[in-house]
């Protein structure tokens, strides 16, 4: 009885870490979420929304006060681009004013771009 738990947890476990990288991106998000929405109803909080990111300029989240160094970057997000604020927000934008450490995994980081990428612009995600 006490076995067949075990078993079942283990092929619980097992499965959740081949899960898709959308779904482990989701996870990696809820570090995101004390500051950033994604989806349909997504406002600016702590943080600009999160929508449609990939390939929109940076800083330009209408209503969300930016600090200079992210409006004047000049920067457009695309994949590398995010990877690298993502894993050193200071170090990738100095001065902008995002108060998080980094995620240092690789993988991480990449689940967690796979996951954003699914947010249209109008927060829909494709079925
Ligand atoms: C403590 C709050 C906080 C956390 C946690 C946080 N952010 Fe941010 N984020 C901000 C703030 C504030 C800004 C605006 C930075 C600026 O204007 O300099 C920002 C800006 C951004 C931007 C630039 C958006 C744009 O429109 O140019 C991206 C991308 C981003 N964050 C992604 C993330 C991701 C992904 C995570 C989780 C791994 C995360 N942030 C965690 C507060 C946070």
Request: hydrophobic share 40%; net charge neutral.
């Amino acid at each position: 009885m006490a076995r067949a738990v075990v078993l079942v947890l283990l092929v619980a476990m097992s499965s959740a870490a081949y899960a898709d990288p959308v779904e482990d991106g989701a996870e990696v998000f809820k570090r995101c979420r004390a500051c950033h929405q994604v989806g349909e109803n997504a406002k600016n909080v702590l943080g600009p929304q999160l929508n449609g990111l990939l390939g929109r300029k940076a800083g330009s989240v209408e209503g969300f006060n930016y600090s200079d160094a992210n409006k004047n970057s000049g920067l457009v997000w695309d994949e590398k681009a995010l990877a690298d604020y993502i894993k050193d927000p200071r170090g990738a934008m100095p001065g902008n004013k995002m108060a998080f450490p980094g995620i240092k995994d690789e993988r991480d980081v990449a689940d967690l771009i796979a996951y954003l990428k699914t947010f249209g612009e109008n927060g829909k995600q494709p079925k």
